[in-house]
């Protein structure tokens, strides 16, 4: 089965950077475009960025030219390297495989992660 393990996150400074990884198991995992999604505090859980198979990559606005994915295929993982963090940045971080369906991007897989905490604070 399908099984996504985030890691990386931590207690950060405004500013500051953080890597996070994905590790993918059960899948194909090449075969598909992967995202990193987040959810802050009462707050939806939405994309911000993804990677296609391609390497062809993608951004939230609020996220544009401070996030980079990237993906290692041979390793299965699939990365996010946040720079100049802000407050706003604060959430639980998670993975899937990300598919266009019915105009959106959404989800693959039912099953997440346990998700890493991502926290901006002074």
């Known amino acids: 089965q399908v099984q996504l393990v985030e890691s990386g996150g931590g207690l950060v400074q405004p500013g500051g950077s953080l890597r996070l990884s994905c590790a993918a198991s059960g899948i194909e995992f090449s075969r598909y475009s992967m995202g990193w999604y987040r959810q802050a505090p009462g707050k939806e859980r939405d994309l911000v960025a993804r990677?296609?198979?391609?390497?062809?990559?993608t951004y939230a606005e609020s996220v544009q030219g401070r996030f980079t994915i990237s993906r290692d295929n041979a390793k299965n993982t699939v990365y996010l390297q946040m720079n100049s963090l802000k407050f706003d940045d604060t959430a639980v971080y998670y993975c899937n495989a990300v598919q266009f369906l019915d105009a959106k991007f959404r989800p693959v897989f039912g099953s997440w992660g346990q998700g890493t905490q991502v926290t901006v604070s002074s």
């Open positions: 990677i296609s198979i391609y390497d062809r990559t």
